[in-house]
C-alpha cells in the first residue's frame, strides 16, 4: 500500500472517529488513538487480501461474485485487487509453492511407470535428473572431404599437394546471360497463364468424354455441330440425363 492510500486510510478513520464523538468539553484525541483504529483496520484488511490470495492460488475458477460473497466483501473490492500488479504476483508465487509441493508425488509416479515399462516416463525421469541430454550433432563436410568419401580414400593417409600450377588461369570470364527483372516476371507470368490455360483446356476434354460416354450409354445421338451453342448443349445434357432416369425407372 502507498503512502498516499495510508494517508487516506487515516482520513478515513479520523472522519469517522468524529462523527460519533462529537467533539466536547471531556474530549481529548490523540494521533496515537487514530494510529491505533487505522492500524486494526489495515491488519483486517491485509488478512482478507490474503485468504482472497489463497482462495485464488488453490481455486482458480472462482468467480469474482464467488469470493466477495465468501470474504463479506464487495464484488468491486475484489475487482480492484485483480488490478494490483502486487496482488496477481502474489497470487502467482502461492500458486508456484502449492505446485512445488506436488512435483514430488509426480515424480514418484512417473518413476513408478519407467519401472512398469514406460520409456516415455524413463525419459522424462532421466531428463529431470539431468541424466540424459539431448543433444544435436551438425556436421558439415567441405567440397574436398565429400570428395574424399566419395572415392573412398581415408583423410587421415591422404597427401595433400600443392596443385596450383595444373590449374589453368583464364584471364576473362564468359558474359553472363543477366536477364531483366521485368522480363523474367513476363515471361514467369506467360508460363504460369498458359499451364493454367492448357490445364482448363484438359478438364474440359474429359469432361466432353464423358458426356459422350453417357450419350452412347443413354443412346442418345452425339451433337452434329462442332462447335454448339450454350443452349443446344443443354438441350443434350438434358436428354441424355432424362434418359438414363427413364432407364433406371424401367429398371
Known sequence: MSKLQKYD??????????ATNPIGKDFQITTKVLYIKYMSKLQKYDQIRKVAVEHFATNPSLTVKELAEELGVTERTICKWRTDPNFMDAIYDRYMVLFGGELPAVLTAMVREAKSGNVQAGRLVLEHSGKLVKN???TVDSPFEKYLKQVDIDAEDAEVMEVMEDIPIVETLPDRDIEPPVKRQIREKKQIDDAIKKEKYSQKRKEWYQWQKRAKAAGVEPLSARRPTKGQ???????IIKKEKDAEANN
Open 9 to 18: 486510510q487515516i482520513r478515513k478513520v479520523a472522519v469517522e472517529h468524529f
Open 136 to 138: 544435436i550433432n551438425v
Open 233 to 239: 448443349r443443354k438441350a443434350w445434357e438434358d436428354e
